[in-house]
């Protein structure tokens, strides 16, 4: 109804926030298909990033009624400008860190854990503070021993996971009291997990993978 007099712009406000999971879904390619169409903005209010991420050209990430960042949905991900937006929009390991080093790649002191390599960051010199985010799905798990290529690497222990289906989040324990989420696809068929509680592992990721965040 809200096309008929084709206006130029039409607001949503969580309009698919009562609907199953598997409706949901639907009507979100339904939305795209018919905006598409239609040719006119739609504005999306919702409260679900996953749905956000999914429909939207730009979004707006508010914070105390200012916007922190707007942006298109993967850049949004991965490159958050600011530490509540990594944290608001998706999940993603965040620990305290420290510029070392401030070369062609960052070294951060992350204290107890030690020191990870990151992107370097324009504007960043050494000494400066901030955090190190990194992503759940970016984290490697690998049994303890096996060899690992990438340059931030560290022994852990398997503190416990979540099976959701197609993919396994792990919570391992990392030296310093620190833990970190991987998130591993269950691509094997019928293999329902590849690590248990108590398995020590090696977790790494690429220096390009995490990032540093002075704000």
């Given at each position: 109804r809200g096309l008929v007099n084709r206006p130029r712009?039409?607001?949503l406000d969580e309009p698919l926030g009562a609907l199953d999971a598997k409706l949901?879904?639907?009507l979100q390619i339904e939305l795209i298909r018919?905006?598409?169409?239609?040719?006119?903005?739609?504005v999306f209010v919702t409260h679900a990033q996953a749905e956000a991420l999914a429909l939207s050209h730009r979004i707006a990430v508010m914070n105390l009624g200012?916007?922190?960042q707007l942006d298109e949905p993967d850049r949004l991900y991965g490159f958050p400008q600011s530490r509540f937006v990594a944290d608001f929009i998706g999940n993603v390991n965040m620990y305290d860190a420290v510029v070392a080093t401030a070369g062609p790649v960052l070294e951060l002191a992350l204290g107890s854990l030690g020191s990870v390599m990151a992107p370097r960051?324009?504007?960043?010199?050494?000494?400066?503070?901030?955090?190190?985010?990194?992503?759940p799905e970016q984290v490697m798990i690998r049994a303890r021993g096996e060899r690992s290529p990438d340059s931030n690497s560290f022994e852990g222990t398997v503190n416990n996971f979540l099976y959701i289906g197609d993919v396994t989040t792990y919570i391992v324990d990392l030296p310093g009291g620190h833990k970190i989420e991987a998130l591993l696809p269950n691509s094997a068929p019928g293999r329902a997990k590849f690590f248990e509680i108590g398995d020590p592992v090696h977790v790494s990721w690429k220096a390009a993978a995490g990032a540093f965040l002075d704000r």
């Open positions: 712009l039409l607001l949901r879904e639907q018919l905006q598409h169409d239609v040719g006119v903005t739609f200012a916007i922190e960051r324009n504007g960043v010199d050494a000494g400066a503070k901030g955090v190190f985010i990194i992503r």
